[in-house]
Antibody, heavy 126, light 107 residues
């Protein structure tokens, strides 16, 4: 049974860096048939995909244009987890942050988000 | 980016009712569409993928249909545990985008 367990602070000061980690059990961050995503949810923006990391003989990352200059998603193979760093945060980055898995579909590329972390409410405030 | 538009944004229904939610994409997405259910304080839960394929463990009263740009989620007989918010999502292209949600409330 695949599970994702999120950890990280719930309060970040403006202009600082938001850092979250998602620990994977029952699958591998290095899987050749999965991708590991970060998604956030706020009343103003709804559900917003932020980016993903995945391994296909080498590591790849995709990021949303809205955060591309501020975001880094890194795999940690030694701990079987992946992380989110979002720099220079503002109150607009206040949201519930989720990690989620996508799996390859046969002949169709990556599919839906089938496994989700429990969510972390992150507030950006001084 | 592909815009996903759901309707209605909310609805009131009774236990046993048939409920239909629609989702329209701003361009064709070749059935690369998922439906999620979210309850307060919880992560979204995958119900259907590839527009009409039921995720393992999801009750058969949930079904999906559609093609091209227009898709539908149907709950054949609404149960008390189905009162929640439902989202569609396209994974045809990056960035993957979600609809704004449909809240299903008790009448």
């Amino acid at each position: 049974q695949v599970q994702l367990q999120q950890s990280g602070p719930g309060l970040v000061k403006p202009s600082q860096t938001l850092s979250l980690t998602c620990a994977i059990s029952g699958d591998s961050v290095s899987s050749n048939s999965a991708a590991w995503n970060w998604i956030r949810q706020s009343p103003s923006r709804g559900l917003e995909w932020l980016g993903r990391t995945y391994y296909r003989s080498k590591w790849y990352n995709d990021y949303a244009v809205s955060v591309k200059s501020r975001i880094t998603i890194n795999p940690d193979t030694s701990k079987n987890q992946f992380s989110l760093q979002l720099n220079s945060v503002t109150p607009e980055d206040t949201a519930v942050y989720y990690c989620a898995r996508q799996q390859d579909q046969q002949l169709s590329g990556l599919g839906a988000f089938d496994i989700w972390g429990q969510g972390t409410m992150v507030t950006v405030s001084s | 980016d592909i815009q996903m538009t759901q309707s209605p944004s909310s609805l009131s229904a009774s236990v046993g009712d048939r409920v239909t939610i629609t989702c329209r994409a701003s361009q064709g997405i070749s059935n690369s569409l998922a439906w999620y259910q979210q309850k307060p304080g919880k992560a979204p839960k995958l119900l259907l993928y590839a527009a009409s394929r039921l995720e393992s463990g999801v009750p058969s009263r949930f079904s999906g249909s559609g093609s091209g740009t227009d898709y539908t989620l149907t709950i054949s007989s609404l149960q008390p545990e189905d009162f929640a918010t439902y989202y569609c999502q396209q994974y045809y292209s990056t960035p993957q985008t979600f609809g704004q949600g449909t809240k299903v409330e008790i009448k």
